[in-house]
């Protein structure tokens, strides 16, 4: 079992009025079977993009955007506090953690390690009419 599946997210009522505790799995968990659906992905992608606005609204930053911090339940995903020693951030590594959790939501993999930037053409290209 991964570290990640060993919180807890709050006490609650079910259905039939029973009060107890929901197991919680996180985003990294979810994304080894592979890339998520479209509209789980941008349901992730809206949370965490919504916690980290009023994070930086009030002045905080999270500094370790990443799967490991997103927190699935069963009323959405959330972002959860960084775990570990405590490191100098701005929001500059907040957003760019994020696109790299969006890249992970989308492929279900990690970024390229080698990769300072990826490269998107701006138009189509051109085929010719034998297909090339």
Same mark, same amino acid.
């Given at each position: 079992?991964?570290?990640? %599946?060993?919180?807890?997210?709050?006490?609650? %009522?079910? $259905?039939?009025?029973?009060?107890?505790?929901?197991?919680?799995?996180? !985003?990294?968990?979810? !994304? %080894?079977?592979?890339?998520?659906? !479209?509209?789980?992905?941008?349901?992730?992608? &809206?949370? @965490?993009?919504?916690?980290?606005?009023?994070?930086?609204?009030?002045?905080? @930053?999270?500094?370790?955007?990443?799967? $490991?911090?997103?927190?699935?339940? #069963?009323?959405?995903?959330?972002?959860? #506090?960084?775990?570990?020693?405590?490191?100098?951030?701005?929001?500059?590594?907040?957003?760019?953690?994020?696109? &790299?959790?969006?890249?992970?939501?989308?492929?279900? $993999?990690?970024?390229?390690?080698?990769?300072?930037? @990826?490269?998107?053409?701006?138009?189509?290209?051109?085929?010719?009419?034998?297909?090339?």
């Amino acid at each position: 079992m991964s570290q990640c %599946k060993l919180g807890l997210l709050q006490p609650h %009522k079910s $259905e039939s009025g029973r009060e107890g505790p929901v197991r919680e799995e996180c !985003l990294a968990d979810r !994304l %080894k079977d592979g890339a998520p659906s !479209l509209a789980f992905g941008l349901r992730c992608a &809206t949370a @965490v993009g919504s916690a980290l606005r009023e994070l930086h609204s009030s002045g905080c @930053v999270h500094g370790a955007v990443g799967p $490991e911090c997103v927190l699935l339940g #069963p009323y959405g995903a959330m972002l959860a #506090p960084p775990s570990g020693t405590p490191r100098r951030a701005d929001r500059r590594d907040d957003i760019y953690q994020f696109g &790299t959790l969006l890249y992970q939501i989308v492929t279900g $993999e990690s970024p390229p390690r080698d990769a300072t930037r @990826v490269v998107f053409p701006l138009t189509a290209p051109r085929i010719g009419p034998d297909g090339i």
